[in-house]
């Protein structure tokens, strides 16, 4: 490969939360969580946090550190080229054409830009329909601005893939009076990659309930064995104007500790007054650098490794979904299709094993396998984890919880 996915980096001491324990903590021992300790002999693996554990395409830092040499930092205008490259990546990326300056609006991140939306469209106590399993996200900012989160749970079809409920769907928006939805596509965390057929139905179903969309993309980049990401807007005339669509770079180049997502709207009310609330508190204005970094990500080199690093997901995705069915018995999952997140159902074996999800967590932690607790995304006895990082580093996880936890 021409990009860099196999060197192991050290990110302690680089003011990095992935290096740390999974609660967040940053002790004077990075080891420690919970009261425990790494055993002799194990390193930290870090796969929990959605960052990356690889080297950013280089046209991102060599852009930082152009900009940075300039010894002036003061108030600035968005760049005419950030807005002609988020348009240009639109269409090469995901086929959107028609995508135009003014359909593009800045956010302090998608979840600000979730509440910037929710503000716009919704009254304090409002119910919002999301699907479960839910991002922990979501839920955070809908519970924090003072609305109520509704969920309608995807189920299984006969041939194990997860599906929406669209009569569920329905039912709930109808019922409940419910006037705004999160669409999470590709879905966080069960890793679904909506088909066509599938989002047009959806937005069917809102239309018919007369059902603002805030549409969350901002893992439209991450695809794995060949899956296409259908953007939400683009199905009908009607989605186009009833959705706000949520991207960022964060995820696909990992530059979440820069901030910085973008919006596309092409209705002008809602887009008029998505731009109005965010300015109300002075907070939501464009980092200098973060511009910078877009620029530098969204550059020919940029398409180059994002489809090399898809490869690489896709491949540590296949073969960590390949060990669980042969090695993890009593664990189920669903090979996902974007993201790169798996989502471990372990309620079986922990059934069988007399074990609470707390201790299987733990014994993890023990070997230094820093996996995230699943059950915080509403489905109990489930565990999140990460594969964005080497996948000689993604083998030793799954050999020491094969040898040391699931069989010991």
């Known amino acids: 490969m021409k990009y860099d996915f196999t060197s192991i980096i050290d990110r302690r001491g680089w003011d990095s939360i992935a290096a740390s324990w999974p609660d967040g903590k940053n002790p004077s021992s990075p080891y420690v969580v919970n009261n425990l300790k790494i055993k002799d002999g194990f390193d930290f693996i870090p796969m929990w946090v959605a960052d990356m554990n690889f080297k950013t395409v280089p046209t991102i830092p060599e852009a930082l550190k152009k900009r940075v040499e300039h010894p002036l930092y003061g108030y600035f205008q968005p760049r005419d080229e950030y807005f002609e490259l988020i348009k240009k990546w639109q269409k090469v990326r995901n086929g959107v054409d028609g995508v135009e300056k003014e359909n593009i609006g800045y956010e302090n991140g998608v979840l600000g830009g979730v509440a910037t939306a929710l503000a716009v469209l919704c009254s304090r106590g409002d119910k919002i329909l999301l699907h479960s399993p839910t991002y922990v996200g979501f839920t955070g900012v809908i519970k924090n601005n003072g609305y109520d989160p509704i969920h ?19 039912k709930k928006l109808r019922e409940q009076n419910i006037h705004m939805a999160i669409f999470c596509s590709p879905h966080n965390p069960t890793g679904r990659v909506w088909e066509r057929w599938e989002i047009e139905k959806a937005m069917e179903v809102y239309a018919k309930n007369d059902c603002w969309v805030i549409s969350d993309e901002i893992w439209s980049d991450i695809l794995m064995n060949g899956h296409k990401h259908i953007p939400t807007q683009s199905v009908s005339e009607d989605a186009k104007q009833r959705t706000v669509a949520l991207y960022a770079p ?13 919006h596309i709207t092409y209705n002008k009310w809602l887009r008029d007054r998505m731009a109005k609330e965010a300015s109300l508190g002075h907070y939501n204005s464009m980092n200098m650098l973060s511009m910078i970094a877009l620029i530098g990500a969204y550059q020919p080199e940029g398409y180059e490794w994002v489809d090399e690093l898809n490869q690489v997901l896709s491949n540590n995705v296949n073969y960590a979904y390949d060990f669980i069915l042969e090695h993890f018995k ?36 023990e070997y230094g396998v820093g996996w995230q607790d699943g059950s915080k995304f509403l489905i109990p006895d489930t565990i999140r984890m990460n594969l964005a990082l080497p996948t000689s580093r993604v083998k030793e996880a799954f050999d020491r919880l094969d040898k040391y936890v699931f069989n010991k």
């Open 152 to 170: 309608s749970p995807l189920v299984e079809d006969e041939n194990g893939v997860m599906r929406m409920d669209y009569e569920d769907m329905d």
């Open 250 to 262: 964060s995820k696909t180049f990992n530059l979440a500790g820069l901030i910085g997502s973008y």
């Open 330 to 365: 009593g664990v189920t999952l669903k090979k996902p299709q974007g993201t790169y997140l798996l989502y471990l159902d372990c309620s079986q074996w922990l059934k069988e094993h007399g074990m609470t999800l707390q201790e299987l967590l733990n014994l993890g932690y």
